[in-house]
């Protein structure tokens, strides 16, 4: 039973593609986020949705387009895709939205060549 | 000014040892400070949190705050190889929303 789930695990494709990733938690947490980690390890906070309500928007390009369906699933958009977007992003959620006790998913590998 | 910031490392302990893991912060207003240990190509997994000027002890895990000297720490006792992980340390940032902020992490080494 895997709390929070994300899929792809791996994402290669080309610059100028769109891409979707798919996040679903089952803990009954209010809050959702997507984060963004590079080479360097920096964890970096994107979106967060708390009870499907855009609550933190980040300085990111408006190519990246979050939805939140409902308070389960938080999906991320990218429209025509950089080498810069090259990054591990996370999906996490926590009971409320004080942004603390991060349960995260396994991560999206995404590689753009 | 980086809001959190740790020593990338790697710091190399042997085992047995204790290691010790530091962080600084900028924002004063930051009331929830937390230690994330993250293994090589996992993610993130939240092993302490602290709120309270003090130590917390957790197994062999100590949070070490001072917020006068906007500085948190982790000990680590009796280090084990399966503790050999990137340590992130997270800060709350105050504000009508809280964010979590992370620090770039300390890569520990513990050495059979």
């Known amino acids: 039973d895997t709390a929070v789930s994300q899929t792809p695990k791996y994402l290669v494709t080309q610059m100028g593609n769109d891409k979707s990733i798919k996040c679903e938690q089952n803990?009954?947490?209010?809050?959702m986020y997507w984060y963004k980690q590079d080479s360097k390890k920096f964890l970096k906070i994107m979106f967060s949705?708390?009870?499907?309500?855009?609550?933190i928007n980040e300085t990111v390009p408006n190519r990246f387009s979050p939805k939140s369906p409902d308070k389960a699933h938080l999906n991320l958009h990218i429209n025509s895709l950089e080498l810069g977007d090259s990054a591990v992003y996370f999906c996490?959620?926590?009971?409320?939205?004080?942004?603390?006790?991060?349960?995260f998913g396994s991560g999206t590998q995404l590689s753009v060549l | 000014q980086k809001e959190v910031e740790q020593n990338s490392g790697p710091l190399s302990v042997p085992e047995g040892a204790i290691a010790s893991l530091n962080c600084t912060y900028s924002d004063r207003g930051s009331q929830s400070f937390f230690w994330y240990r993250q293994y090589s190509g996992k993610s993130p997994e939240l092993i302490m949190f602290?709120?309270?000027?003090g130590d917390k002890e957790d197994g062999r895990f100590t949070a070490q705050l001072n917020k006068a000297s906007q500085y948190v720490s982790l000990l680590i006792r009796d280090s084990q190889p399966s503790d050999s992980a990137t340590y992130l340390c997270?800060?709350?940032?105050?504000?009508?929303?809280?964010?979590?902020?992370f620090g770039t992490g300390t890569l520990l080494a513990v050495q059979p």
């Open positions: 803990l009954g947490h209010d809050t």
């Open positions: 602290i709120y309270s000027n």
């Open positions: 996490a959620s926590s009971h409320n939205n004080q942004g603390e006790k991060l349960f």
């Open positions: 997270a800060v709350t940032r105050s504000g009508a929303t809280n964010k979590l902020i």
């Open positions: 949705y708390n009870n499907k309500e855009l609550i």
